[in-house]
Structures are given as structure tokens and as C-alpha cells.
């Protein structure tokens, strides 16, 4: 096989939560251009138009779902509804998340179990069902996982956000965890960590902190709108077929500063 043909997508169905804005919606715009049928999927139905719109003007062919992870009974009907559209699905990204920020001591019970609900628990019930619906009895699919490189480590100082960096270090061990149990059907299980990149999540931690985090990366720079294309094509693409389990940071080198 011809290394480019490693990195084919054409005709896949990937199926990209929280993709109606930020590093979804960059993410769903990488796979796209490399000829994947996409669904998009999020709470705000102006927002996905906003997304299935520019991705319309790329060329891409985008379905657009409304829809609330954290209402866990709509799951199944979610992916009933991208099965009757294209029937089966490739590639999952699990991308839709949420933080919070307070002291530990203080922090809201309904924060901790809104970010745990969408960051840990949603993703695998949405992973579970497209395994028994597709993946699984195809004995072919790509799970990709966007953790964080908060759950590599601790909190720096004045970030106060302990319950994002908790979820995002299970959804580590849950992609550990998943490509250990599901790899004898042939599904790649991974994660990406990205670093920090603007986003609307990430605004008003940046606006505090931005030039302390900047000169803390070894490339001292933010993430940007294209840097997380190439890792999620490849851990989509044949050419990651024999890569499982593994998380990949996209941060600048900041996890190793």
C-alpha cells in the first residue's frame, strides 16, 4: 500500500461530538477534507447550522444532530439515528466537554457531576452502543478519545479545576482500558491531550494566564486552528492501525516543561 492510501478516508462515517465550535469543529473539518461523511452533534441547534454551513462551503458532506449528552437515555437514539443515515459508523471522536473552576474545598456537587457525567460517563455510553451497533459486529472502527494534558498532571496554581483534571485522567485509563478489551475486534482505541488552545472553554483561564502558560511551552506559542488536524487523521486513518491505548499530547511540549 501506497503511503498516502495509508491516510485515506474516503467514504468513512465519523460520527464528532461538541463539533459545533472550537477543536470539534476543526477536528470534523480535518476528517471531511480527507473524504469522510460527517455527523456533528451538539446541544445548540443555531450553532451546528452555524458549523454544518462552513463545513457545507468546504465541500464536506455534514449531517448535523441536536442533541445533550448528559441526557443518557437519548444515547441509543442518537446513534439509531446515524445508523439510518449511513448504516454503520467508523470513526468516533469524543470531544464534547465541560469544566468548571472552585477551590476543591468549595467546589459545587452539581459542577462535579455535570463535568463527570459528560467528560467520563458520556463517552463511554456513547462508545458502548456504537460498539454493539457497528463497530463490533463489523470487527472494524476507530475510537478517538480528546482527553486533556490537564490529566497528566496536577493543577498549576490558580487554575482550580479539579474536577476537569480528574475526568480527564480517567478518560485516559478508559481508553487504556477500552483498546485492551475491544483490540480482538479489531478497534483502535486512543486519545489525544491537546495543551491549550483558545476556545470558548478556555477564554477566561487565557485571559488570566495566557503569557505564563505561553513561556512555559518549549514552543512557547498556543495551540492553533490547524494543529490538531494531522493527529486526529492519523489516529482515524490506517495509518494508526497498529496503534491502540496510547494518548498523544498536542501542547507545545508543555506536559514535558
Aim: include cysteine.
Amino acid at each position: 500500500m501506497h503511503v498516502k492510501d495509508l491516510f485515506q478516508l474516503e467514504g468513512k462515517v465519523a460520527l464528532i461530538t461538541g463539533a459545533s465550535r472550537g477543536l470539534g469543529l476543526q477536528m470534523a473539518e480535518a476528517l471531511g477534507e480527507m473524504g469522510c461523511r460527517v455527523v456533528i452533534t451538539a446541544r445548540k441547534a443555531d450553532e451546528l447550522a452555524e458549523a454544518s454551513a462552513h463545513l457545507q462551503a468546504r465541500g464536506i458532506e455534514v449531517q448535523t444532530i441536536v442533541n445533550d449528552l448528559t441526557q443518557f437515555d437519548r444515547i441509543p437514539e442518537l446513534v439509531g439515528n446515524v445508523l439510518d443515515i449511513h448504516g454503520h459508523i467508523d470513526i468516533l471522536v469524543n470531544n464534547a466537554g465541560a469544566t468548571w473552576g472552585a477551590p476543591a474545598e468549595d467546589y459545587p456537587d452539581d459542577a462535579w457531576h455535570k463535568v463527570m457525567n459528560l467528560n467520563v460517563n458520556a463517552p463511554f455510553f456513547l462508545a458502548r452502543e456504537i460498539g454493539k451497533r457497528s463497530m463490533i459486529p463489523r470487527r472494524s472502527g476507530k475510537i478517538i478519545n480528546i482527553a486533556s494534558i490537564a490529566g497528566l498532571k496536577g493543577m498549576p496554581q490558580g487554575m482550580n479545576t479539579i474536577a476537569y483534571n480528574t475526568s480527564k485522567a480517567a478518560s485516559i485509563n478508559f481508553t487504556r482500558s477500552l483498546a485492551s478489551e475491544w483490540g480482538r475486534h479489531n478497534i483502535n482505541v486512543n486519545a489525544i491531550c491537546p495543551g491549550f488552545f483558545p476556545s470558548k472553554m478556555s477564554a477566561g483561564l487565557l485571559a488570566r494566564m495566557e503569557d505564563a502558560i505561553v513561556a512555559q511551552a518549549p514552543l512557547h506559542r498556543l495551540g492553533g486552528e490547524e494543529d490538531l488536524k494531522g493527529v486526529v487523521v492519523f489516529l482515524a486513518s490506517e495509518a494508526s492501525r497498529h496503534i491502540t491505548g496510547q494518548y498523544l499530547a498536542v501542547d507545545g511540549g508543555a506536559s514535558i516543561a
